[in-house]
């Protein structure tokens, strides 16, 4: 069994901590969460990170980065929360690191590259010719991970990381429109796809992807708890489960092997340059 510390007990960390508890190859060690106490809470992250093989950070943004080197420096395994950092600097310092301490995982939580209908939606996207427009919209309720980013380091990020999963890096990108932190606008070209990313926090929760093809298109939305996918108005099975516990899984798979993750610390590098350039170009 892999012993693993959680840090953060927010409401997704709890979420982790939940899933945690539900996989017998994993041994939770404890908790770090300075709001909490209680039997399974440590008193310390030194104290924590001292007893385990593993740390899972689920902090608020602005401390994932300096959490996440801490834990590397104490030759401790990782699995950081998007967006892995608010800074650039200090995502290449984060990548730095871990470059350094190359037997060791490091892993970011981009959480749907685990979900089933993107997985499936990789696959379909391979197999379609021509050129393409692909629309994606992720909307919510304001969060404190997007006061405190925005909306394009805490929605747009999963689709952005997503289009770079499918098609590789952007031609182009710009940002063309942004109001505040809760509202954004992303077009990109990816050979001969465009696509549009909007992302907002004005509720209600709104998930979805539509891609049109020559001949084909493709729909994937989310509803009743979980995504579902159509293509060319037939819904397309998919065996659903939750892509979290397949998330953390993964994780423990990748130290039980002694293999690098996908998505790695330089992925959440790549689409954090990815969004400062859709700035820049804006």
């Not at 002694?258 to 170009?281: C, F, N, W, Y």
Request: aromatic share 10%; hydrophobic share 40%; proline share 5%.
């Amino acid at each position: 069994m892999v012993k693993v510390g959680l840090v953060g007990f927010g409401s997704w960390g709890r979420r982790h901590y939940e899933n945690w508890n539900r996989i017998p190859e994993a041994d939770l060690v404890g908790v770090y969460d300075p709001a909490c106490k209680g039997s399974i809470f440590k008193d310390s992250l030194d104290s924590l990170l001292g007893m385990v093989d593993a740390v899972d950070i689920v902090v608020p943004a602005s401390r994932l980065t300096e959490t996440a080197i801490s834990a590397l420096e104490h030759s401790r395994h990782v699995l950081i929360e998007k967006p892995m950092s608010t800074d650039l600097a200090e995502a290449r310092r984060l990548e730095n690191v871990a470059n350094s301490r190359k037997d060791l995982v490091a892993m970011v939580g981009f959480i749907e590259r685990f979900n089933p209908v993107f997985i499936k939606l990789r696959s379909i996207i391979r197999s379609l010719e021509g050129p393409a427009k692909i629309f994606c919209q992720r909307s919510g309720s304001p969060t404190l991970v997007a006061k405190q980013t925005g909306v394009l380091k805490d929605l747009a990020i999963h689709d952005l990381d997503l289009l770079r999963w499918y098609l590789g890096e952007p031609d182009t990108i710009a940002v063309r429109s942004r109001e505040g932190f809760y509202f954004s606008q992303v077009e990109a070209r990816f050979g001969r796809t465009e696509a549009i990313v909007i992302s907002d926090c004005l509720g209600p929760k709104i998930r979805r992807w539509v891609l049109t093809y020559p001949h084909d298109s493709v729909f994937a939305f989310y509803e009743a708890d979980k995504w579902r996918l159509y293509m060319n108005n037939v819904e397309v099975a998919v065996d659903w489960s939750m892509p979290l516990e397949r998330e953390l899984r993964y994780f423990l798979e990748c130290i039980r092997r002694g293999e690098k993750p996908t998505p790695s610390i330089k992925d959440g590098l790549r689409v954090l340059e990815m969004i400062e350039k859709a700035l820049i170009q804006s």
